[in-house]
């Protein structure tokens, strides 16, 4: 059974931190590309970073570049997105996701939803004054 569950979503306040976490059971993260999502009400989803298999690589959407940081822990099959400077556009519901690698030799991820095969269940951001 392959699961994803994230946490540590929270209500916080504008230019806060939060640090979400997404767990892997039933395998293990290390040859899947990692992708966090995140989806406001009525909006459409998109696509906000990625690690490559084995952390090889990250990917940022402009919006949050210099801001979010997304990592691996290998020994707790866990994928974090630390969010610093956050703004009340952050405000959403936060997915993580994984892709197989389909070729070992390009260590490259995308942040595209088709690309991923599994998600998660979400966790609330919630960023306001």
């Known amino acids: 059974q392959l699961q994803l569950v994230e946490s540590g979503g929270d209500l916080v306040q504008p230019g806060g931190s939060l640090r979400l976490s997404c767990a892997a059971s039933g395998f293990t993260l290390d040859p899947y590309h990692i992708g966090w999502f995140r989806q406001a009400p009525g909006k459409e989803r998109e696509g906000v970073s990625c690690i490559s298999s084995f952390g090889r690589s990250t990917n940022y959407a402009d919006s949050v570049k210099g801001r979010f940081t997304i990592s691996r822990d290998n020994a707790k099959n866990t994928v974090y997105l630390q969010m610093n400077s956050l703004k009340p556009d952050d405000t959403a519901v936060y997915y993580c996701?994984?892709?197989?690698?389909?070729?070992?030799?390009?260590?490259?991820?995308?942040?595209?939803?088709?690309?991923?095969?599994?998600w998660g269940q979400g966790t609330q951001v919630t960023v306001s004054s």
């Open positions: 996701a994984a892709a197989p690698t389909r070729d070992i030799t390009v260590p490259m991820c995308v942040i595209t939803s088709d690309e991923y095969d599994y």
